[in-house]
């Protein structure tokens, strides 16, 4: 299995994970970003858009499916969402052909390859986040939630990578020039998650064979690269990898061995 996230923050969240069971499957997760930008990291990384076989939404937040639609009618891409964020934002979705609804903690399969939604506390209709699993490795991606729960915690459980949202440092909301309402809601149990929350969440699932931690959905006003880098690399061994992803470009390919 191997992922490479196209971009993250609040502008726009896009990654693509490929796994090969005999037949190659390439998921996208998510479509924040707009539709040409979309393709182009798409290509840069040297995926066709035409290659995609499905494209699984965590929640409507326009910065999760700004160009869903779009992509999936253009390439006539199967669509996975839950009843709640597709109709919290069915204005959008009229004219999709291929349409699934994604129920928690039922796994969806495709091509052989195991993809496990379950609940987040966030404030969408019905968020989600997903576990990707393939015959040797199982990946997390994490993001959007506002805080950790027990089933979140058991749900993360022996993974071999990890996604997971490092969006706000507390001290630089606080002083932050954001309206107050707006830093209540980035704080609140169904908003973000702290670099506290994710450091927390790491200490009670990390295990020996985890081998790559991506801090994803940081905000470039309230936290900062150098300051989620140095708090995993302060949590975790040596043997695992940390990369931050960012809003501005892609990361590489990441493999899990």
């Given at each position: 299995m191997r992922f490479c996230c196209l971009g993250s923050g609040s502008e726009g969240n896009s990654l693509v994970v490929e796994t090969d069971l005999g037949i190659k499957t390439k998921i996208l997760v998510?479509?924040?970003?707009?539709?040409d930008v979309l393709e182009e990291r798409l290509s840069d990384r040297k995926v066709l858009a035409s290659e995609?076989?499905?494209?699984?939404?965590?929640?409507?937040?326009?910065?999760?499916?700004?160009?869903?639609?779009?992509?999936?009618?253009?390439?006539e891409i199967p669509l996975f969402m839950t009843h709640g964020s597709f109709y919290a934002s069915r204005d959008n979705f009229k004219k999709i052909k291929f349409l699934s609804f994604l129920r928690s903690d039922k796994i969806q399969t495709l091509n052989g390859f195991k993809i496990l939604p379950f609940s987040v506390p966030h404030d969408a209709r019905e968020p989600v986040a997903l576990v990707f699993q393939d015959s040797k490795h199982r990946l997390g991606i994490l993001t959007d939630a506002g805080s950790i729960t027990p089933h979140i915690t058991k749900t993360l459980s022996k993974l071999d990578g990890l996604i997971l949202e490092f969006n706000y440092e507390p001290n630089m909301l606080k002083k932050s020039k954001y309206p107050s309402i707006l830093k209540k809601r980035i704080s609140s149990q169904f908003g973000h998650l702290s670099n506290n929350a994710a450091t927390n969440l790491l200490k009670e699932i990390y295990h020996?064979?985890?081998?790559?931690?991506?801090?994803?959905?940081?905000?470039?006003?309230?936290?900062?690269?150098?300051?989620?880098?140095?708090?995993?690399?302060?949590?975790?061994?040596?043997?695992?990898?940390?990369?931050?992803?960012?809003?501005?470009?892609?990361?590489?390919?990441i493999n899990l061995i």
């Amino acid at each position: 299995m191997r992922f490479c996230c196209l971009g993250s923050g609040s502008e726009g969240n896009s990654l693509v994970v490929e796994t090969d069971l005999g037949i190659k499957t390439k998921i996208l997760v998510d479509c924040g970003l707009k539709f040409d930008v979309l393709e182009e990291r798409l290509s840069d990384r040297k995926v066709l858009a035409s290659e995609i076989d499905g494209i699984f939404i965590t929640h409507e937040h326009g910065d999760h499916i700004r160009s869903a639609s779009k992509f999936a009618r253009t390439y006539e891409i199967p669509l996975f969402m839950t009843h709640g964020s597709f109709y919290a934002s069915r204005d959008n979705f009229k004219k999709i052909k291929f349409l699934s609804f994604l129920r928690s903690d039922k796994i969806q399969t495709l091509n052989g390859f195991k993809i496990l939604p379950f609940s987040v506390p966030h404030d969408a209709r019905e968020p989600v986040a997903l576990v990707f699993q393939d015959s040797k490795h199982r990946l997390g991606i994490l993001t959007d939630a506002g805080s950790i729960t027990p089933h979140i915690t058991k749900t993360l459980s022996k993974l071999d990578g990890l996604i997971l949202e490092f969006n706000y440092e507390p001290n630089m909301l606080k002083k932050s020039k954001y309206p107050s309402i707006l830093k209540k809601r980035i704080s609140s149990q169904f908003g973000h998650l702290s670099n506290n929350a994710a450091t927390n969440l790491l200490k009670e699932i990390y295990h020996e064979k985890m081998q790559v931690i991506v801090a994803a959905h940081l905000s470039q006003k309230n936290n900062t690269p150098e300051l989620v880098d140095c708090i995993l690399n302060r949590v975790l061994r040596d043997s695992v990898k940390i990369v931050i992803a960012g809003q501005s470009e892609p990361t590489g390919w990441i493999n899990l061995i």
